[in-house]
């Protein structure tokens, strides 16, 4: 099955600065893209997606790129606040079937 | 609006003992239903999805199994728990046509 590899573990920024987490996968097959947050105690939450035939999405602060040729993913969070505090992880699907995710990242942003 | 129920939210249960956590899912028809498990610190394992009532796949072999006894409720269970299946476990859906996965707020279980 698909392999989802995610970095760094924990991220710790500054208010106001960005944030960027990047993930790999192994599947070539695979063409959808998910980033969720979570907050403690809570299930994760889609922030943005990304589709195969997409290289770049944008939602406000929150961006997502995708390398396919790489098979590589990225999470940019620009002007961190500290509501941005949170687990964020990264998942790869094919045909939204199955959802495989990394390990997470554990967002600090420090006031 | 589509909604995702799952229960307990935390559950305390010994060593040798069965488990049953259930999800419901309303709003929609015919999702596909998943349960993973969140190891503490962890990243989310896919144990077991559902793509239709009766039909359950294993992604792990391990102590738990899944049943889908109705279109929009999915049950995962264990015979006999053991330390190792302590976690967070997690139900999402996916809808169709093709959506994102939304999940259900987690049951934290502890095997003591």
């Known amino acids: 099955g698909e392999n989802v590899e995610q970095h760094p573990s924990t991220l710790s920024v500054q208010e106001g600065d960005s944030a960027v987490i990047k993930c790999t996968y192994s599947?070539?097959?695979?063409?959808?893209f998910p980033w969720y947050k979570q907050e403690l105690g809570k299930g994760p939450q889609l922030i943005i997606d990304?589709?195969?035939?997409?290289g770049e999405k944008k939602d406000q602060r929150i961006a997502v790129t995708l390398n396919k040729t790489a098979k590589h993913f990225s999470l940019h969070i620009t002007e961190t606040q500290p509501e941005d505090s949170a687990v964020y992880f990264c998942?790869?699907?094919?045909?939204?079937?199955?959802?495989?995710f990394g390990s997470g990242t554990k967002l600090n942003v420090k006031p | 609006s589509q909604t995702i129920h799952q229960w307990p939210a935390t559950l305390v249960q010994p060593v040798g003992s069965p488990l049953s956590l259930e999800c419901t899912v309303e709003?929609?028809?015919?999702?596909?239903l998943y349960w993973y498990r969140q190891a503490a610190g962890r990243g989310l394992q896919l144990l077991f999805y559902?793509?239709?009532?009766?039909?359950i796949s294993s992604e792990v072999p391990q102590n738990l199994s899944a049943s889908r006894p109705q279109d929009r409720q999915f049950i995962l269970s264990s015979k006999k728990l053991l330390l190792s299946d302590s976690g967070f476990y997690l139900c999402?859906?996916?809808?169709?046509?093709?959506?994102?996965?939304?999940f259900g707020q987690g049951t934290r279980l502890t095997v003591v």
């Open positions: 999402a859906w996916v809808g169709h046509p093709n959506t994102e996965a939304f």
């Open positions: 599947d070539s097959a695979s063409n959808y």
């Open positions: 990304i589709r195969s035939n997409v």
């Open positions: 998942a790869a699907s094919k045909g939204f079937n199955k959802f495989y």
């Open positions: 709003g929609t028809s015919n999702p596909n």
């Open positions: 559902s793509v239709g009532i009766g039909q």
